[in-house]
């Protein structure tokens, strides 16, 4: 699933149709093939939110091809860094993986508006994992 010689990075949410994917799209973007991305949720959706599709697009990052994935053990033991974002408890916990839990919006029926301001705050939170990941 990933090269040893990068960062394997996971990012969880519930329906793996938001704030996960983009999360995902931004890492990719933003450090491009320094990092392995992945995302997965604990119970996925058929397809990603058109909102949360809508507002990365504003920001470069084309989400259309994006398709939920589900979470399962052997996502979380290959990867370095496991991000949750409202499942915690639903992700499976290795011993030496760096955990972290994202208390974000969950973007599903809100309005493009709050959609947007949940966007820029996950930029700034990839940022900062990309920067402690250096």
């Known amino acids: 699933m990933t090269d040893t010689t990068k960062p394997a990075v996971l990012f969880v949410c519930v329906h793996n149709a938001g704030r996960s994917q983009m999360a995902a ?5 933003l450090a491009g093939d320094r990092v392995d991305v992945f995302s997965a949720g604990s119970e996925p959706r058929d397809t990603i939110n058109p909102n949360a599709v809508a ?3 504003e920001e470069g990052i084309d989400l259309t091809g994006a398709v939920p994935q589900i979470l399962t053990t052997d996502a979380v033991r290959q990867a ?6 409202g499942c915690g408890d639903a992700c499976p916990i290795f011993p030496g993986k760096r955990y972290e839990d994202w208390e974000l ?3 599903a029926g809100q ?22 990941l250096s």
């Open 80 to 85: 370095d860094v496991v991000i949750t974002m």
């Open 111 to 132: 309005p493009v508006e709050v959609v947007r301001e949940v966007r820029d705050d996950i930029r700034g939170r990839v940022e900062a994992l990309i920067a402690s």
């Open 25 to 29: 799209g931004y890492l990719r973007a």
């Open 105 to 107: 919006t969950d973007p």
């Open 55 to 57: 507002v990365m697009a």
